[in-house]
């Protein structure tokens, strides 16, 4: 008889974003006519840009030919891709990161979830609280994570380092010795970024504990002070203890296009093995590479001209943040981040829980947020906001908030 | 300390296809001036369809639109892929799969591989000798094979179930019992298919001990024969004990393109849970779709003209497996497959080894083959030859082999 992984059946009620999704959905049953503005998912609504377009016009024609067809590219990505990423993502910032340490991958979701293959289930996880729910799962689906406990909502075996005012939503590394550290700057859900000397703690704790960094900087192009890093690579002493996630999803809108990568420094080994030939032997095993045109038009990102229209999207889309902060901290609500992140984490007034005050706003403002205490215990008590929207929409969904709160 | 997945460590030798691609490169390294033809790895060499082509070129065109852009689209793939599969793939065929039941996603190989997430540890698994790599790999990599022996060429844990001339490269259930069980037909590498009744007692075996069958179908758009099952669906029984995987790969070129799909009936549960909803769960936690690029461009292999100019291309591939098996098999060889497969599975003469032959053909004829051990220890004494190079190519090939034997 066939044994299920038991882990799964652990893992507790649905997906925040289907439940979010979910409750939108039944209002809007519930009240035909009213239409939802949208501050909640973190998808892209900017088209692809020109280069982009441009670049995958022409590999779709290229697969037409046979001369030009491509066939099984190479699971790491083509060494055209690989090589852009290695100068203009971190030699152009003084980073040496070689191609062979580039695996170029269908997403970050997909690399933060598979990269546990490598780890032995015995590893003590840390991850932040809030967090990402994809870092929390996939450890429970591996066994990591222990048994969750309903009426704490958190797993027995996690280590959950609390992000929160006092700390600026970015943690000191835990009193215990974790093996495998999630971390994600500028983060989602907080909008928070760490410092070079906070990255600097957290790179020297796991060199002294023999300890892995998960580094996700899917958010970096959003950073817009000088000193914010933008890789765990620009921290010395991070090459013997990371590993970095970026995506092209938010950078370049391609979550519909579907085009990341991990970088596995040569340095990083753990018991006796090279990190970077173990997820190479993953990869190889188990992927099968992003499509050609795909990584063409990701490649066109790079050129001058994709440079320049992705960065035209990305300052859109740092407007709606700043709007989105500007216009509801006036309004006397207490933000966070925004500032070098699309995300806003926003405190709801009175303490209200952030599932309530998902439903009021969604209610008396018809605008969909992301409930914080989906993210985590410690994001009770806020909600999560997003900057990918249409600039209208954004100015108007502010503009409904302050009237419901006028309304009071 | 962290502790890596030990069970990478007991991974042997370099995968395959990658010790085939080292010696060839090898071989042209020290030989300048002569050209390898490869019958080598399964990868195709047509380019994609016209229908295809357009209908790619038309979706890079929306996503470059505030209107036609999509972003994050359904974990699962999108309905209108989903449900022209279950209507063309399955309906047609008098299948009643229903589109849910259908998980679109980026490769036959990520989810062969994938697919043991959602199982225990502690499950033994039956694989077919010789077999398709991947299925052993990432169940050694789950710790289900248990250790390698070199001397034997065979995990520990894992049931094998020889492919022989004896029983037509098509074995019965083993006198075991096997949880999991890996079928591919037609075969890779063999080429051999099941018949009905074949696939019948395995669908009894597998419902009277709980067993599950992880059923690889991606050859299946090249059954030339009326009363050879395409899918283990046309087998009654089987929507309570089988998982199928398809793929676009050889069936529409989409080798560079990466388009496949898994289907998890409804009625399969295990241990009070349905296989489908964790499957669901894995996919939504550890993935993020196909782009939609590519849907739509598996889409259009559906319509009229779509189908029309897919199935040109295998009837071109078709000619060419006929070529090598006709010619090689007047020239005094054993061929197997090719019938109703890409693959033809040649017995080496004299009782060579599968290596010793493979060294023979590239140095003698300039041919790449792919060594039947490589495959598993029923190999020996094999190789497997590809149908997707071009037909001249092909031509030429199977000449220079005859050549080589006419030589002695």
Known sequence: MVKINENYLKLPGSYLFSEVARRIAAYTAAHPGVTITKLSIGDVTRPLVPAVIQAMHKSVDEMGTAEGFHGYGPEQGYPFLREAIARHDYAARGMDVKPE?????????????????????????????PVYPVYVDTNAMAGRAGDYVEALGRWNRLIYMPCVE???FSPEPPKETADLIYLCFPNNPTGATATREQLKAWVDYANANGSIILYDSAYEAFITREDVPHSI???????????????????????????????????????????????NRRQTTKFNGVPYVVQRGAEAVYTPEGRAQILENIAYYQRNAQVIREGLTSAGLACFGGVDAPYIWLKTPDGMG???????????????????????????????????????????????????????
Chains 1, 2 share one sequence.
């Open 166 to 168: 006092a700390n600026g």
């Open 101 to 129: 340490e580039i695996f170029v991958s269908d997403g970050a979701k997909s690399d933060c979830g598979n990269i546990g293959d490598i780890f032995g289930t015995d590893n003590t996880v840390a991850v932040c609280d």
């Open 233 to 279: 690579f620009e921290i010395e002493g991070a090459r013997t203890c990371a590993i970095e996630f970026r995506s092209f999803s938010k950078t370049a809108g391609f979550t519909g296009n579907r085009c990341a990568y991990t970088v596995v420094p040569m340095e990083l080994e753990r018991g006796g093995a090279r990190l970077n030939s173990l997820w």
């Open 354 to 408: 952030s599932w309530d005050f998902f439903d009021l706003v969604l209610d008396r403002a018809n605008v969909a947020t992301t409930p914080g205490a989906g993210f985590g215990p410690s994001g009770e008590g806020y909600i999560r906001l997003t900057a990918f929207g249409g600039a209208e929409d954004t100015v108007q969904a502010v503009d409904r908030i302050r009237e419901m709160l006028r309304r009071g």
